[in-house]
Antibody, heavy 119, light 106 residues
Framework: QVQLVQSGAEVEKPGASVKVSCKAS????????IHWVRQAPGQGPEWMGW????????NSAQRFQGRVTMTRDTSTSTAYMELNSLRSDDTAVYYC????????????WGQGTTVTVSS | DIQMNQSPSSLSASLGDRVTITCRAS??????LNWYQQKPGKAPKLLIY???SLQSGVPSRFSGSGSGTDFTLTISSLQPEDFATYYC?????????FGQGTKVEI
């Protein structure tokens, strides 16, 4: 079946980096954009950016530019999101999700990866 | 950035009630509006895309309408499994902003 499976929970110290993976299965990986969305405790979702697995092109929200790197490995159908210079307010659940186009919505989501930033 | 404003932020309803949630965009987004349902500890689930298209597998009691700046999600007859938080999201431009959410409670 179509699914996105994310890597496990991470605990990092302020100033460190974290890299979350998102492995796709059950569909053509290069046919759908992969978005990264995070959700801080008790808050609504926040869109971070997307990667086009076909071209490798990316687009990220301005507030994360310079801190976030999105990559993909087409040989393993896996997308990655790395966030640098972590702060306590980066503590959140990080999701990957796919969409085929901007009119289609994000129809398949990963299970989420909890990232805790604490000294 | 396009701001998405949902109302109400929460509502109390009973089984069988008709529920309406509204979402207003700070500028026209045509029909690039999606609705998601989220339950505690779970990822959001796509209900409606393109303002009014029902995602495959979603019950027909859910419907969406609107275009431009004003949109509505309607649940025609509230079921026990519908108690959740609902978010609108625009996909007209990046950043793909979400509304602040509407919590539907008993």
């Amino acid at each position: 079946q179509v699914q996105l499976v994310q890597s496990g929970a991470e605990v990092e110290k302020p100033g460190a980096s974290v890299k979350v993976s998102c492995k796709a299965s059950g569909y053509t990986f290069t046919g759908y954009y992969i978005h990264w969305v995070r959700q801080a405790p008790g808050q609504g979702p926040e869109w971070m950016g997307w990667i086009n697995p076909n071209s490798g092109g990316t687009n990220s929200a301005q507030r994360f530019q310079g801190r976030v790197t999105m990559t993909r490995d087409t040989s393993t159908s896996t997308a990655y999101m790395e966030l640098n210079s972590l702060r306590s307010d980066d503590t959140a659940v990080y999701y990957c999700a796919r969409d085929v186009s901007s009119v289609a919505g994000m129809d398949v989501w990963g299970q989420g990866t909890t990232v805790t930033v604490s000294s | 950035d396009i701001q998405m404003n949902q109302s109400p932020s929460s509502l109390s309803a009973s089984l069988g009630d008709r529920v309406t949630i509204t979402c207003r965009a700070s500028q026209s987004i045509s029909s690039y509006l999606n609705w998601y349902q989220q339950k505690p500890g779970k990822a959001p689930k796509l209900l409606i895309y393109g303002a009014s298209s029902l995602q495959s597998g979603v019950p027909s009691r859910f419907s969406g309408s609107g275009s431009g700046t004003d949109f509505t999600l309607t649940i025609s007859s509230l079921q026990p499994e519908d108690f959740a938080t609902y978010y609108c999201q625009q996909s007209y431009s990046t950043p793909r902003t979400f509304g602040q959410g509407t919590k539907v409670e008993i």
